[in-house]
C-alpha cells in the first residue's frame, strides 16, 4: 500500500443548500455587542454619524430596549446633541410592530403657505383616536419654514413628520421608551450636531464589559 500526502487531499465541501432561513445575529453580552460594534465600523456599512465602536454599541444597546435587531438600530438610532433619538420611519415601524395601532392615517393638506400636515391614529383599547398637526404657520413660528437643508428642499414631507412625531410621541410612548424623534430633535438643535464644550472621556469595549 503506497503512502498518501494527507497534505494533497482536499476536504470534502459541504454542498449549498437553498430554503434556509438566516435570523439576525443578536448578542448576548457587552462583548458580543462591542465586537459587533467594531466589525460594523470597519465594513463601512455604519451611517455617516455612526461609525465610531463607541457609538455604534450604543445604538445596538439603545436598539435592544426598543425591539429592533442590531444592523436595523444602526440605520435608524441617531445621536442628536448627545441623547439618542430614532428616525420618523422606525419610530412608526415599531409602532405598528407593537401591534397597538389600529388605525393610522397621514395627509398634508393645502399648498405653500397654507399647508397643515395631520397624523392620526387609533390606539387599541382606546375610545378616540389622537391626532396631531403641523402647519406651515407652525414652521414658520419655529424658525424652520425657511432653514437650511431638509426644510428647504422637502417642506410637505418634513411637515408630515412633525405631525408624525408628536402623534407617535404623544400616543405609545410606551413602545418608543420615550425616545424623540431624530428629525423634530434635529429640528431644535441651535448648532451642529452632537457639539460638546468638553471632549466626551473614551469608552473601551473594557470599560463598557466591567460595566456590564
Known sequence: MTGTNLATVASPRVPLRAGGNIAAIVPQDAEQAWRMAEMIAKSGLAPRDMQSPEKIVTAIFT?????????????SIAVVNGRPTVWGDAALGLVEASGLLEDFEEIVE???????????????????????????????????????????????????????????????????????????????????????????????????????
Open 63 to 75: 436598539g435592544l430596549e426598543i425591539g429592533l435587531k442590531p444592523m436595523q438600530a444602526v440605520q
Open 110 to 212: 393645502g399648498d405653500g403657505d397654507a399647508m397643515v400636515a395631520r397624523c392620526r391614529a387609533k390606539r387599541q383599547g382606546r375610545a378616540s383616536a389622537i391626532e396631531r398637526t403641523f402647519s406651515a404657520v407652525d414652521a414658520k413660528a419655529a424658525g424652520l419654514w425657511n432653514k437650511s437643508g431638509p426644510w428647504q428642499q422637502y417642506k410637505r414631507r418634513m411637515l408630515q413628520l412633525r405631525a408624525r412625531a408628536f402623534t407617535l410621541r404623544d400616543g405609545f410612548a410606551d413602545v418608543l421608551k420615550g425616545l424623540q424623534i431624530t428629525e423634530e430633535a434635529r429640528d431644535y438643535s441651535l448648532g451642529p450636531v452632537e457639539t460638546n464644550t468638553v471632549p466626551a472621556a473614551r469608552v473601551t469595549g473594557a470599560d463598557l464589559i466591567a460595566q456590564a
